[in-house]
T-cell receptor
């Protein structure tokens, strides 16, 4: 069973702080890694994806990938109350089909 | 640009009744399409995926079925709903240009 694990939270950070969300995966052959944000009652929206080891930055968001440790993280700088949501980590496995395995998500609360 | 539609947005159905949820994608041809279910407080569970017309792969045995009668149409069905079928049903498509997956707005199904 290919697994993607996340701490369910809630992760509480004050406004303006850095939020760090973590994810581990079991399939060592995984090809690409995705972070989605899901507001309560809404569908997931793609924030970022990363394929290569290292960091990838997009605005206030930075995705970090370490394939040797099978670990991917999402950093949110200058956290805002509007960032309060559940963040889903997803992994595309080593098979040929374009299928993602999702973690159960980490709930982030940004406090005033 | 590509757009994905789902309907209905919400649905309340009695146990034992049939189900038909529809998903259509605009602005792309022959996309990979996916049906997910998200039960309350749970992660995303991949139910079915399709790589083309008439081609359906089932991920989880259950009383649901899927069909793809047209290139950009994906339908989720059931002959008799169970209480456990309640959840948030999400259709998604794979963008091969960006190698990423995008979700539709979802259908919230309550089985009473």
């Amino acid at each position: 069973q290919k697994e993607v694990e996340q701490n369910s939270g809630p992760l509480s950070v004050p406004e303006g702080a850095i939020a760090s969300l973590n994810c581990t995966y079991s399939d060592r052959g995984s090809q690409s890694f995705f972070w989605y944000r899901q507001y309560s009652g809404k569908s997931p929206e793609l924030i970022m994806f990363i394929y290569s080891n290292g960091d990838k930055e997009d605005g206030r968001f930075t995705a970090q990938l370490n394939k040797a440790s099978q670990y991917v993280s999402l950093l949110i700088r200058d956290s805002q109350p509007s960032d309060s949501a559940t963040y889903l980590c997803a992994v595309r496995g080593s098979g040929t089909a374009s299928k993602l395995t999702f973690g159960t998500g980490t709930r982030l609360q940004v406090t005033l | 640009s590509q757009t994905i539609h789902q309907w209905p947005a919400t649905l309340v159905q009695p146990v034992g009744s049939p189900l038909s949820l529809e998903c259509t994608v605009e602005g792309t041809s022959n996309p990979n399409l996916y049906w997910y279910r998200q039960a309350a407080g749970r992660g995303l569970q991949l139910l079915f995926y399709s790589v083309g017309i008439g081609q359906i792969s089932s991920e989880v045995p259950q009383n649901l079925s899927a069909s793809r009668p047209q290139d950009r149409q994906f339908i989720l069905s059931s002959k008799k709903l169970l209480l456990s079928d309640s959840g948030f049903y999400l259709c998604a498509w794979w963008d091969t240009d960006r190698d990423t997956q995008y979700f539709g707005p979802g259908t919230r199904l309550t089985v009473l």
